[in-house]
């Protein structure tokens, strides 16, 4: 009945993203963005570590400084500690008690996404950030019809509330890389249903001006480097270990491959799972690696 604890998979890169139906463009004059649900509550799921969790915090933290600069409006929501029975209701049936006074400091934003004193913090009560909010309101205020949808959980609320701001004539946006879920395949069903149905999907390096990552440093691992993280992962000697031989059969695991994704990722080295699960040895990784930072590098 409650949220389940969430494994670590790739945020989707442009390449990921399904067709839209229709092409919106973002425009700053016109968009507020909304940050949905980065509570510290909703996050925990994720366990400490977790690439998944540090990724999205990141590319959140980007976004919101390129709103910011943007003159963009930015919006949170926040479930509130006290929730009585009739507040949460059907809640109460799906997801049992949710955020409570036992553990009020749960309620905070993700501390590198902490509001700041010209944002708009809304208190959460249903999936959509619309329901018992003043946010249409104050989008008209604004004279603003566009809405940026970041946050957790993509398939839930995120995509709850893209279906409403289209019911209600605003152009919703979701960023695919500012998203996380579940799962991969809960994060795509949620991505392929704003795309076809009621909005657009795109990542960050699509939004006008926002800039780009910072260039990774020359060769930032080398093959010894690479050895050694993996050989800490599997707890193996050197001497003992054959660069050929298949990395689970030493008991390297999906979860730590998704560590070492999100770690290389940090450093600008972007692999897929799917790649490293193909030909899963070190040899075949380092080539890999290699040949990734080569690439940037040119």
Known sequence: MSIPSITSYPLPQAGDLPDNKVSWQVMPERAVLLIHDMQDYFLRFYGDGNPLAENLINNTA?????????GIPVVYTAQPTEQSDADRAL????????LTRADPALRNIAAP???QA???????WRYSAFQRSPLQERMQAWQRDQLLIAGVYAHIGCMTTALDAFMRDIQ???????????SHDEHKMALDYVARRCGVVLTLAQLPDFPPPAAAASSPVSRDDLLQRILQLIDEDAGEFDGDELLVDYGLDSVQVMQLIGE????????QFEELARHATFNAWWDLINQRQSAGAA
């Not at 980007?62 to 943007?70: H, V």
């Open 91 to 98: 809640l109460n049936d799906m997801w049992g008690p949710g």
């Open 62 to 70: 980007s976004l919101i400084r390129w709103a910011r600069q943007q």
């Open 172 to 182: 919703p946006f979701m960023l695919a890389d500012a998203v996380a879920d579940f």
């Open 118 to 124: 010209d944002d708009t913090v809304l208190v959460k």
């Open 113 to 115: 996404l902490a509001p």
């Open 264 to 271: 290389w990722e940090k450093l600008g080295i972007n692999v």
